[in-house]
């Protein structure tokens, strides 16, 4: 792929349905599809077919800015990214803590250096330039934590209006930020699903284009670039398992994309990693679907943990989550609020890496599968480190 500034090579075909697979126009706002009785998500595709082939050089970094794949970016050419210098985060060998624990190999994916500390950058880039590109004044979304932030930096940098959503109970950092950032917060007593409803509510009314976690097709175009990163920084090769946080599960249904995508065009062959997705004790929907063989997730009454990024009582793309666990031979577990707080104690003192409370989830789920076997000591293991403790403190 190029170095392109700006989005002169996308190779960006149409908008296509998770499920139906019905296929939706491009050019004008979309959020889920629109075919009677479907909702589901959208995807963009690509017509992969005309880029190159072999696989570009690499120098093992992987640095650099997100928009260094233009031809997988969904943006009309000519079009200027909405850019902070998101991307291009450092994959990082964990030798300390993988011997501490028995392990041969284990990578840290560290996405705390983002733009607003954490992954949710990659994410709302994209989307915050589809809305200005498609002609929407605001954006909105619902959120728990970093994607409030996020949304309303970037959209500071489009030059857009940006309403967040946020419970009431959400810690404070999070809501000064997206004032800071000139966002208008409304605060609800709910979880991010009720906040999402009011979002719904009120798009028509206030003339807002809805960024909600999967509700747009952007968004998850953002994330995938993780999976392109961590494919290019081991030598276009993946390792065998990730280990990911999961509220909402855009980065995870996002990674799974890009190596499809990196696939079709020859410069991955058909290995993935298995994927395991990490949950609190308090709000753990996607494990206990998965457990329970469901292709559906059961909303979660009362749904309580430390980890906001994680408090998602019902994931929109539940059935996108789920059938990429089962499908990469991979796993849900889930980790008390106690094995959270070990976990961020972990790696800030082995690694040096003050990491956010859901990546804390990650290292006693690292820790969980390989007492219970799901993991081998010889695996190449990444952990995606979502973002900084830095807003929890």
Not at 197 to 203: D, T
């Amino acid at each position: 792929m190029g170095t392109h500034s700006a989005a002169d090579r996308s190779l960006f075909e149409t908008l296509t349905c998770t499920r139906c697979g019905a296929t939706h126009d491009h050019t004008t706002v979309q959020t889920v599809c629109q075919e009677p009785g479907c909702g589901r998500p959208l995807i963009a595709r690509y017509a992969l077919d005309e880029l190159p082939r072999p696989a570009p050089g690499h120098d093992g970094t992987g640095a650099g800015p997100l928009w260094r794949f233009p031809e997988l970016m969904p943006l009309t050419p000519g079009t200027d990214p909405v850019t902070l210098g998101e991307g291009g985060t450092p994959l990082l060998r964990a030798r300390r803590l993988a011997a501490a624990a028995g392990l041969e190999e284990l990578w840290l994916k560290d996405e705390s250096g983002n733009p607003t500390g954490s992954f949710k950058a990659r994410g709302l880039a994209l989307a915050a330039i589809k809305a200005k590109e498609l002609g929407a004044a605001t954006i909105a979304l619902p959120t728990a934590g970093n994607a409030g932030g996020a949304a309303a930096a970037y959209a500071a940098r489009a030059g857009m209006g940006c309403a967040v959503v946020m419970p009431s109970d959400t810690p404070r950092v999070f809501k000064d930020e997206v004032v800071a950032f000139g966002g208008t917060l409304i605060e609800h007593e709910g979880l991010i699903d009720d906040c999402g409803k009011i979002v719904a509510e009120r798009v028509a009314a206030e003339g807002w284009y809805d960024v909600s976690t999967l509700k747009e097709p952007y968004r998850v175009e953002g994330k995938k670039t993780m999976g392109i990163e961590i494919a290019e920084q081991l030598g276009w090769s993946l390792p065998d398992v990730v280990i990911y946080p999961t509220g909402g599960g855009t980065g995870l249904v996002g990674m799974w994309k890009a190596w499809a995508e990196l696939e079709a065009v020859g410069w991955l062959g058909p290995a993935r990693p298995r994927m395991f997705a990490v949950q609190a004790s308090g709000c753990a929907p996607v494990v206990d679907a998965f457990v329970g063989g469901a292709e559906r997730c059961e909303r979660v009454e009362q749904a309580q943990t430390i980890a906001a990024g994680l408090r998602v009582p019902k994931p929109f793309a539940d059935e996108w989550i789920l059938a990429v666990l089962r499908k990469s031979g991979g796993g849900a577990v889930a980790v008390t609020d106690e094995q959270i707080a070990a976990g961020v104690e972990r790696l800030a003192r082995t690694e040096g890496i003050y990491a956010a409370p859901e990546v804390g989830a990650t290292w006693a789920a690292v820790e969980s599968l390989f007492e219970r076997g799901d993991l081998a000591a010889d695996e190449r293991i990444v952990i995606v480190v979502t973002g900084s403790a830095y807003k929890y403190l």
